[in-house]
């Protein structure tokens, strides 16, 4: 049983965002001096239902190998490492220049082009979303060029022989689906929370494979990724400006200031 756990990482959303500036030029985000970026959390759940597989699995005395794979600057190999040291088996860091300013359609067809490369696997795990951008689109852009099924919003994912049985959340509950692999599956927060590491885990996971790929690697073309292989255009980033008009309501009684407040809000057409 080999799974892929597809991470991204993302700019640490419990620093506040007033210290990052925006390019408004490039339409960047610019990097913060000494804060590391950090894995997505929905990914650092694909990761953990990956080990829980895992873990099922070796009860039953059966081999199950976790990669994790991911899109982007050095710096990423940091969150390869994080999930090697939880787990996973060895890593892939997907690195080239022509893998900048993706969307995610062009994200998809590398992440597609890897999982091919790896040759046969069974399931392909990631979050529900990036916790950044929020889209939740990558992962089913992947099974679509993958030509597998996917099953988004898990809580919990088991396999059963030929079987895989994943638990949705929906909106008023949850359904059971079953279908067969190899599939991908998007994992949601209810899945719980993730495993931590110690230094000794961290250790072991300094010894265990981190891959770089290219594009040449994968043999995919150029032109099909990163900003060239783009649907998506970002016209313009920037910080909105908050304008805020505060007047303050002075009366002699309650019942001055409440006749006030109320003919303000029928000039304004609110009542």
């Known amino acids: 049983m080999h799974i892929v ?3 991204k990482q ?3 959303p419990d620093v506040a965002t007033t210290v990052f500036r925006i390019d408004e030029e490039s339409n960047k985000i610019v990097p913060v001096s000494g804060i590391s970026p950090v894995i997505s959390p929905f990914d650092d759940q694909a990761v953990e239902a990956a080990l829980r597989i895992k873990d099922d699995f070796a009860e039953q005395d059966l081999e199950v190998k976790v990669t994790a794979v991911t899109m982007g600057p050095e710096a990423a190999r940091a969150i390869i490492k994080g999930s090697l040291a939880k787990g996973a088996d060895e890593g892939v860091l997907l690195l080239d220049s022509g893998f900048d300013d993706a969307d995610a359609v062009s994200t998809a067809r590398v992440l597609a082009a890897a999982i091919k490369k790896m040759g046969d696997v069974d399931l392909v795990l990631a979050g529900r979303q990036a916790a950044d951008g929020d889209l939740g689109a990558v992962g089913l852009f992947t099974s679509e060029v993958l030509g597998i099924s996917a099953v988004t919003y898990a809580k919990d994912v088991r396999i059963d ?3 895989l049985r994943v638990v949705r959340v929906l909106e008023n509950g949850t359904e059971t689906v079953e279908t067969v692999c190899p599939a991908l599956v998007t994992i949601s927060h209810e ?8 230094l000794r885990e961290t250790m072991r996971a300094a010894k265990k494979p981190v891959h770089v790929w290219t594009t040449e690697d994968l043999g995919i073309d150029t032109g099909t990724t990163g900003a060239a292989g783009a649907r998506r255009v970002v016209e313009r980033l920037y910080t909105p400006v908050k304008e805020i008009d505060c007047k303050y309501v002075e009366g002699d009684t309650p019942q001055e200031i409440a006749r006030y407040l109320a003919q303000r809000l029928r000039d304004a057409e609110l009542v």
């Open 5 to 7: 756990v597809c991470v």
């Open 10 to 12: 993302i700019f640490d």
């Open 161 to 163: 022989g030929d079987t």
């Open 191 to 198: 899945l719980g929370q993730p495993r931590y590491t110690g």
